[in-house]
């Protein structure tokens, strides 16, 4: 059984940092990519960063140069590091693996980790 827990958020004042983790255990076939998402009340989930198997990454445009992604080299452990956090990245951040299973895309996520920035 696959599980993304997610670690590191809280409460930081604006111009903070914070540095989010997830663990991944259980085996996950043809790993694809991994990344962070997030959910602020009344909005849509939206992607914040991600990282693939070929070492690629993709920023939101809100984040870029604040933000860093990275993984270990296990593939089973995926980071955050947000710099100079903003109010408008208070969220839930969630944890994603994406893998191909039988050809079609699979989503794994993690139950998400509060991030607030206020003063």
């Known amino acids: 059984q696959v599980q993304l827990v997610e670690s590191g958020g809280g409460l930081v004042q604006p111009g903070g940092s914070l540095y989010l983790s997830c663990g991944v255990s259980?085996?996950?076939?043809?790993?694809?990519?991994m990344g962070w998402y997030r959910q602020a009340p009344g909005k849509q989930r939206e992607l914040v960063a991600t990282?693939?198997?070929?070492?690629?990454?993709n920023y939101a445009d809100s984040v870029k140069g604040r933000f860093t992604i990275s993984r270990n080299n296990a593939w089973n452990a995926v980071y955050l590091q947000m710099n100079s956090l903003k109010p408008e990245d208070t969220a839930v951040y969630y944890c994603n693996v994406r893998a191909v299973v039988t050809t079609a895309p699979y989503d794994y996520w993690g139950q998400g980790t509060q991030v607030t920035v206020s003063s």
């Open positions: 990282i693939t198997r070929g070492h690629s990454t």
């Open positions: 259980g085996f996950i076939d043809n790993l694809v990519a």
